[in-house]
C-alpha cells in the first residue's frame, strides 16, 4: 500500500511554478538572466507553497516517531474530481482522523462573541477560512467511511507547526481540536473501539478511494 510522501504534491507545485519563472525570465534576459534570477527573491506564491509542504514534512515526522503501533497514517491525499488535497489521514482505534497541517507564524486564538459568528485568528488576522477547508474534507471522508462502516468516528484536527497555541487549556473550534504535533499524537494513540481488523479495511477504503497525491 502506498502510504503516501508528506508535502510531494506541494514541493512538486513549488518546483513548477519557480522553473516556469526562471524561464521566463531567461527568454526575456538570455543575457542576464541568471544574474537576475540570483539577485530576485522568491515571490510570495511560490514560498507559500514550499512553506506548507515543510508544514506537512514537520508534521509526518512527529507523527511518525510519536503514534503507536496501532496507528497508521496516509499522507497527502488527493480528493478525486478536485485539484485539492488531504494532508493526513490517520486509521486510529478512535477512528478516523483528518489531518490538516498549518505552518504559521504568531499566535492562534479563537474569539467567541455574544453577538455573530466565532473566529480564528492567526497573529492578530482572520484565519477562519482554515476551518471551513477542514470541516469539507472531514465531510468528505465522512461520507466514504458511512458506506462501509457508518459507526466508526470521523474526527478533524487543524495541526500547528511554528505557532503558538495557548500553554494552558486546550483550544478548539467547533468540536475540532487545534494542536500541536505532539499533542496530536496523543489523541491518535488513545485506546477505542475500533478493532485490528477493522482497520485494515478501513485504511485499504481510504488508500483506494484518497490515492497518494
Given at each position: 500500500?502506498?502510504?503516501?510522501?508528506?508535502?510531494?504534491?506541494a514541493r512538486r507545485e513549488h518546483e513548477r511554478r519557480r522553473a516556469n519563472r526562471h524561464q521566463r525570465?531567461?527568454?526575456?534576459h538570455p543575457r542576464i538572466g541568471k544574474v537576475l534570477l540570483a539577485l530576485a527573491d522568491e515571490p510570495q506564491h511560490e514560498t507559500a507553497w514550499a512553506r506548507g509542504a515543510s508544514g506537512e514534512e514537520r508534521v509526518a515526522e512527529a507523527l511518525v516517531k510519536?503514534?503507536?503501533?496501532?496507528?497508521v497514517v496516509l499522507h497527502d491525499r488527493r480528493i478525486p474530481k478536485s485539484r485539492a488535497n488531504i494532508d493526513h489521514l490517520a486509521?486510529?482505534?478512535t477512528g478516523v482522523w483528518?489531518?490538516?497541517?498549518?505552518?504559521y507564524k504568531g499566535k492562534v486564538a479563537v474569539s467567541s462573541p455574544l453577538l455573530g459568528s466565532a473566529k480564528l485568528t492567526i497573529g492578530g488576522?482572520?484565519?477562519t477560512t482554515l476551518m471551513d477547508g477542514l470541516k469539507k474534507q472531514v465531510a468528505l471522508v465522512r461520507a466514504v467511511?458511512?458506506?462501509i462502516a457508518p459507526d466508526v468516528p470521523v474526527h478533524g484536527a487543524l495541526c500547528f507547526v511554528d505557532a503558538d497555541l495557548p500553554l494552558l487549556g486546550r483550544l478548539t473550534f467547533d468540536g475540532y481540536p487545534l494542536l500541536y504535533p505532539k499533542a496530536l499524537a496523543r489523541r491518535l494513540n488513545q485506546h477505542g473501539p475500533v478493532a485490528a481488523r477493522q482497520r485494515r479495511e478501513l485504511l485499504?477504503?481510504?488508500?483506494?478511494?484518497f490515492p497518494a497525491a
Amino acid at each position: 500500500m502506498d502510504l503516501g510522501t508528506a508535502g510531494a504534491s506541494a514541493r512538486r507545485e513549488h518546483e513548477r511554478r519557480r522553473a516556469n519563472r526562471h524561464q521566463r525570465v531567461n527568454d526575456k534576459h538570455p543575457r542576464i538572466g541568471k544574474v537576475l534570477l540570483a539577485l530576485a527573491d522568491e515571490p510570495q506564491h511560490e514560498t507559500a507553497w514550499a512553506r506548507g509542504a515543510s508544514g506537512e514534512e514537520r508534521v509526518a515526522e512527529a507523527l511518525v516517531k510519536h503514534r503507536g503501533d496501532a496507528v497508521v497514517v496516509l499522507h497527502d491525499r488527493r480528493i478525486p474530481k478536485s485539484r485539492a488535497n488531504i494532508d493526513h489521514l490517520a486509521v486510529t482505534p478512535t477512528g478516523v482522523w483528518v489531518i490538516d497541517a498549518k505552518r504559521y507564524k504568531g499566535k492562534v486564538a479563537v474569539s467567541s462573541p455574544l453577538l455573530g459568528s466565532a473566529k480564528l485568528t492567526i497573529g492578530g488576522r482572520d484565519k477562519t477560512t482554515l476551518m471551513d477547508g477542514l470541516k469539507k474534507q472531514v465531510a468528505l471522508v465522512r461520507a466514504v467511511i458511512s458506506e462501509i462502516a457508518p459507526d466508526v468516528p470521523v474526527h478533524g484536527a487543524l495541526c500547528f507547526v511554528d505557532a503558538d497555541l495557548p500553554l494552558l487549556g486546550r483550544l478548539t473550534f467547533d468540536g475540532y481540536p487545534l494542536l500541536y504535533p505532539k499533542a496530536l499524537a496523543r489523541r491518535l494513540n488513545q485506546h477505542g473501539p475500533v478493532a485490528a481488523r477493522q482497520r485494515r479495511e478501513l485504511l485499504t477504503q481510504l488508500a483506494n478511494h484518497f490515492p497518494a497525491a
